[in-house]
């Protein structure tokens, strides 16, 4: 995978707590994007900077339909498998997610425009899953076996190979990449699981470190191309916390007080999203903090907004919400230009203007 951009110092740890508080300035609107016909719910999962959506219809039974969605078309089926999931979309409109194929095989693939293409899982394991592509058409996920697993990454439509690893190796998974090189995830070291960023010369960094001790778990979910991580851990006391982090400013925590708290995605203008154990949706920004998505939205909406899964550089945020009793996917627009953050520009962000990323 030719991934490259290697490793500043890191910077001393620090911690910041952010409470939660109101924005005012700048609010959402709600786009319904439906469900399949013959699905009973839906989800979205993740949003390119050209607008354009991807997830899932679901029904009983497990059964689940890959979808995309555009301003042109409105919610398509994603056909050629019976049981698909999208999980992320680059700019180049191409998809990633996990299939079935004909003999029953879970696979990971890369889709666009009718055209298939079959992540196969390493040598040794039975099964894969692709989680995120960037817009080099490089893509990550994980081989499986049984109950374990080897973080994986692929070329388009070439043979998965095995990312690195704890030493002695154990579980893995790779859920996001960037375009600079670096992809994150977790693997497990001493019965734990560790938030880590793979690279590229075979080595790894593993985040769990600079996480408080008597943490149980920690994951890195999503990358920027400025090397900004988000993920979350489990506290001594199996609580969930958000984490964000940059080589320049270290390691920092978010906090929901008396709620758990999971972070899925950043984008290169520096918003993050995630969700809380309550079924709320959350965003972050440097102007406002950690704020409920729902206090933004435009009044009557009939929505409640559970999860928020990705965001763009626009500040449009899909997730899942809850529509007339029913789970369904939603996209938040802004009803207003979301500014940039000037504070994380100085800190690194500002390479988003020369290379556009795709998440997780």
Not at 31 to 42: C, D, E, H, S, V
Not at 108 to 128: L, P, Q
Request: hydrophobic letters at 40%; proline letters at 4%; glycine letters at 12%.
């Amino acid at each position: 995978m030719n991934f490259s951009n290697r490793l500043r110092a890191l910077a001393p740890l620090s911690l910041l707590a952010i409470a939660c508080i109101a924005n005012a300035e700048i609010q959402y609107e709600i786009i319904q994007m439906g469900i399949l016909p013959g699905y009973g719910a839906g989800y979205a999962t993740a949003i390119n900077n050209n607008n354009r959506v991807v997830g899932y219809s679901y029904a009983l039974g497990n059964l689940t339909k890959a979808t995309q969605w555009s301003e042109g078309f409105g919610l398509t089926e994603i056909v050629g498998y019976e049981n698909t999931r999208a999980y992320d979309i680059n700019d180049n409109n191409l998809v990633a997610g996990y299939m079935e194929d004909e003999q029953g095989f879970e696979r990971g693939f890369s889709w666009i425009n009718g055209g298939w293409f079959h992540n196969n899982s390493i040598d040794g394991t039975s099964g894969a899953l692709t989680r995120g592509i960037n817009n080099l058409n490089q893509s990550v996920g994980f081989s499986s076996w049984g109950d374990s697993a080897r973080a994986t990454g692929w070329l388009l439509g070439s043979p998965g190979f095995a990312l690195p690893n704890q030493n002695p190796p154990g579980q893995s998974y790779a859920y996001d990449l960037n375009d600079v090189g670096e992809s994150v995830g977790r693997t497990r070291f001493n019965g734990i699981d560790h938030a880590t960023v793979f690279h590229n010369d075979n080595t790894i960094l593993d985040l769990h470190s600079l996480i408080p001790q008597g943490a149980k778990f920690s994951q890195a979910t999503s990358i920027n191309n400025a090397n900004w991580i988000v993920g979350d851990y489990l506290d001594e006391n199996f609580r969930s916390r958000g984490f964000y982090f940059n080589y320049e400013v270290g390691m920092n925590f978010l906090e929901t007080p008396g709620f758990n708290l999971n972070l899925n995605a950043i984008s290169d203008t520096g918003i993050i999203v995630g969700s809380t154990n309550e079924s709320r949706a959350m965003m972050w920004r440097t102007e406002t903090g950690l704020v409920d998505l729902n206090t933004l939205v435009v009044p009557n909406s009939g929505w409640t907004l559970i999860e928020a899964q990705d965001v763009n550089d626009a500040g449009w945020i899909v997730g899942r919400g809850l529509y007339n009793g029913i789970y369904q996917p939603y996209i938040a627009r802004p009803t207003d230009a979301v500014p940039e953050p000037a504070t994380m520009i100085a800190l690194g962000l500002g390479v988003a203007a020369l290379i556009k990323r795709r998440k997780r």
